[in-house]
């Protein structure tokens, strides 16, 4: 079975731009979190989906925003791009909300200059 | 608000050998999940081990093992034999059973360098 996919692997925007990360669970979960990893760090909690509701978000500006598709994959958006959103964003997904195994994806290292 | 500590931002030790990882965490949760999770330098993040707080037992998976002292709260990882591929970022994460709060909190992390 195939893994939790991320996409793109590798990205570089400009400050002010916007970014639209993307990520697939493992068929049959539905739970969908994000997390942000600045480099040195643990990875910070952003936002978590279920069933294409927002379930829990993190300390972060309205700049980050997500949905939830009804194939249960997910986006992650971020405007006005600022130096500081340099990182590696991670992806998890769970069966359901009361699973407390999350999987996680290989990443998206998004580069702001 | 939970806080998860890690002490040791580095260790090293030779092939063949244990050790020990250190983790702290604070929480007004009674019952809740514990995980290390591993790193390499592909960047998975790739689960070693899961506690839960319910039980007593310390959880094992194979050469991996953990001391959880619940009142201490505290959540140290064990590696007996260690392998080259062990050499890894290790997280140590917390998260909640309240409805709304299934989320992970990390450390910082220990780099774990594993020496032929």
Same mark, same amino acid.
């Given at each position: 079975? +195939? !893994?939790?996919?991320?996409?793109?692997?590798?990205?570089?925007?400009?400050? !002010?731009?916007?970014?639209?990360?993307?990520?697939? %669970?493992?068929?049959?979960?539905?739970?969908?979190?994000?997390?942000?990893?600045?480099?040195?760090? !643990? %990875?910070?909690?952003?936002?978590?989906?279920?069933?294409?509701?927002?379930?829990?978000?993190?300390?972060? %500006?309205?700049?980050?925003? +997500?949905?939830?598709?009804?194939?249960?994959?997910?986006?992650?958006?971020?405007? +006005?791009?600022?130096?500081?959103?340099?990182?590696?964003?991670?992806?998890?997904?769970?069966?359901?909300?009361?699973?407390?195994?999350?999987?996680?994806?290989?990443?998206?290292?998004?580069?702001?200059? | 608000?939970?806080?998860?500590?890690?002490?040791?931002?580095? #260790?090293?030790?030779?092939?063949?050998?244990?050790?020990?990882?250190?983790?702290? &965490?604070?929480?007004?949760?009674?019952?809740? &999940?514990?995980?290390? &999770?591993?790193?390499?330098?592909?960047?998975? #993040?790739?689960?070693? @081990?899961?506690?839960?707080?319910?039980?007593?037992? $310390?959880?094992?998976?194979?050469?991996?093992?953990? $001391?959880?002292?619940?009142?201490?709260?505290?959540?140290?990882?064990? @590696?007996?034999?260690?392998?080259?591929?062990?050499?890894?970022?290790?997280?140590?994460?917390? #998260?909640?059973? $309240?409805?709304? $709060?299934?989320?992970?909190?990390?450390?910082?992390?220990?780099?774990?360098?594993? @020496?032929?």
């Amino acid at each position: 079975d +195939a !893994g939790v996919t991320q996409s793109p692997t590798h990205l570089i925007k400009t400050r !002010g731009q916007h970014v639209t990360l993307r990520c697939s %669970p493992i068929s049959g979960h539905k739970s969908v979190s994000w997390y942000q990893q600045v480099l040195g760090q !643990g %990875p910070q909690f952003i936002f978590q989906y279920y069933e294409k509701e927002e379930r829990g978000r993190g300390n972060f %500006p309205d700049r980050f925003s +997500a949905r939830q598709f009804p194939n249960y994959s997910s986006e992650l958006n971020v405007n +006005a791009l600022l130096l500081g959103d340099s990182a590696l964003y991670l992806c998890a997904s769970s069966p359901g909300t009361y699973y407390y195994e999350q999987y996680f994806g290989p990443g998206t290292r998004l580069t702001v200059t | 608000a939970q806080t998860v500590t890690q002490s040791q931002p580095e #260790m090293s030790v030779q092939e063949a050998e244990t050790v020990t990882l250190s983790c702290t &965490y604070d929480t007004s949760e009674n019952n809740y &999940y514990l995980f290390w &999770y591993k790193q390499p330098p592909s960047r998975q #993040m790739i689960l070693v @081990i899961r506690q839960e707080a319910y039980k007593q037992q $310390n959880a094992t998976e194979n050469r991996f093992s953990v $001391n959880f002292q619940k009142a201490a709260k505290s959540f140290s990882l064990k @590696i007996s034999d260690s392998q080259l591929g062990d050499t890894a970022m290790y997280f140590c994460a917390f #998260m909640g059973t $309240n409805f709304g $709060n299934e989320k992970l909190t990390f450390g910082t992390g220990t780099r774990l360098t594993i @020496i032929p």
